[in-house]
């Protein structure tokens, strides 16, 4: 079974850290792109960050970049999203996908994977 699930989410204060981690099963891990992306409420989905099939390209939305760090593990099959200094505007559900295909990253319709989302929150 074809399967990505995200995990990591939940509350934190402002200026902390969380770290996502997103599990792939049913496909071969390295022959995909992994990509994060967010959706806040009354929000359209957003691009977060990107790591190739081959890890040795990142891509970062410019709100996150400096504070955000994407990683993957291929003997694992999972990829990471290492979240520094959290601001409120950071809160969402935190979406993992999967792609084979090539194009723009933050394009979520590029994606054949997702995840079912977790949810982070940022508050005092």
């Known amino acids: 079974q074809l399967q990505v699930v995200e995990s990591g989410g939940g509350l934190v204060q402002p200026g902390g850290s969380l770290r996502l981690s997103c599990a792939a099963s049913?496909?071969?891990?390295?022959?995909?792109?992994i990509a994060w992306f967010r959706q806040g409420p009354g929000k359209e989905r957003e691009g977060v960050s990107w790591i190739s099939r081959y890890g040795d390209t990142k891509y970062y939305a410019d709100n996150v970049k400096g504070r955000f760090t994407i990683s993957r593990d291929y003997a694992k099959s999972t990829a990471h999203l290492q979240m520094n200094n959290l601001k409120p505007d950071d809160a969402a559900v935190y979406y993992c996908?999967?792609?084979?295909?090539?194009?723009?990253?933050?394009?979520?319709?590029?994606?054949?994977?997702w995840g079912q989302g977790t949810q982070v929150t940022v508050s005092s």
């Open positions: 996908a999967a792609r084979t295909s090539w194009g723009t990253w933050s394009f979520p319709s590029l994606y054949d994977y």
């Open positions: 049913g496909f071969t891990f390295d022959g995909y792109d």
